[in-house]
């Protein structure tokens, strides 16, 4: 097999049938990204994850390359067309290295969404102190400006976003996600609702990002007038967090 680190070594090419073999299953030895280990509990949420993530640098840039071209093919041709083989073809690396880092096309795109929600979270992180200055709500514009922009510029967002909702173990990950996204928003939206239960602290932020991700998708789509979308969204947002704020004052 070839060495994922360029190890000198002998290598041996990898066809379906010997990655089969090997346990490098595509999506249809693994149905819909599902879990089926022996620890697999059907009860809770598992998310989908890299066999490995790479360590040494020339490692690292075929994962990056994977995913390169992962985001282009999935720009290009959708999901329900988008499949390993040509991944690995358009990123110039053989199938079988694709399989060690990625079990399947679903944990792909569950990589690609985590990359996605992992820089708009460096992005808030940035903002943080700014609430609940008397300017919170402009910072609130500022930011979903800044979203809506990501999603204008990068229409692979939208497809990562889509896939995401494609299968069940997909739409699991991205829950997780979302709550860890969530988790960070209700630290910051604490000092503007100092009374307010963290319990519902907690959900009024998952409900927020719920409803972000959902209006920035619907906000793209075609013959949608992005700026009406991404203004009603603000109006939404505003008067949810306006009122939020009042009531934990009482």
Not at 175 to 198: G, N, S, W
Not at 227 to 236: F, G, I, N, S, T
Request: charged residues 30%.
């Amino acid at each position: 097999m070839e060495s994922t680190d360029g190890a000198p070594g002998r290598s041996t090419p990898i066809t379906e049938e010997t990655a089969h073999d090997q346990g490098l299953h595509d999506e249809t030895d693994v149905r819909d990204g599902a879990d089926t280990s022996e620890n697999a509990d059907e009860n809770e949420p598992v998310e989908l994850l890299p066999r490995r993530r790479p360590t040494q640098e020339r490692s690292k840039r075929k994962f990056d390359a994977l995913l390169t071209a992962s985001r282009e093919l999935l720009t290009d041709v959708g999901f329900e067309s988008f499949t390993c083989e040509e991944v690995a073809a358009r990123a110039g690396l053989p199938i079988g290295t694709l399989y060690q880092f990625f079990a399947n096309k679903y944990v792909i795109v569950c990589e690609l969404g985590r990359q996605d929600l992992a820089g708009v979270r460096q992005e808030f992180a940035d903002f943080d102190g700014e609430v609940p200055s008397l300017d919170w709500l402009r910072f609130l514009d500022d930011f979903l400006d800044h979203l809506s922009s990501l999603w204008t510029s990068d229409p692979s967002r939208r497809e990562v976003w889509l896939a995401m909702q494609s299968t069940p173990a997909t739409r699991a990950t991205g829950m997780i996600h979302e709550k860890a996204f969530a988790a960070q928003v209700e630290r910051v939206l604490a000092p503007l609702t100092p009374r307010t239960p963290r319990a519902r602290r907690n959900l009024m932020a998952e409900v927020l990002v719920h409803v972000v991700y959902s209006m920035l998708n619907f906000s793209v789509q075609d013959g949608q007038s992005h700026a009406d979308a991404v203004a009603e969204l603000k109006r939404l947002m505003g008067a949810y967090l306006l009122v939020a704020e009042k009531e934990s004052r009482r």
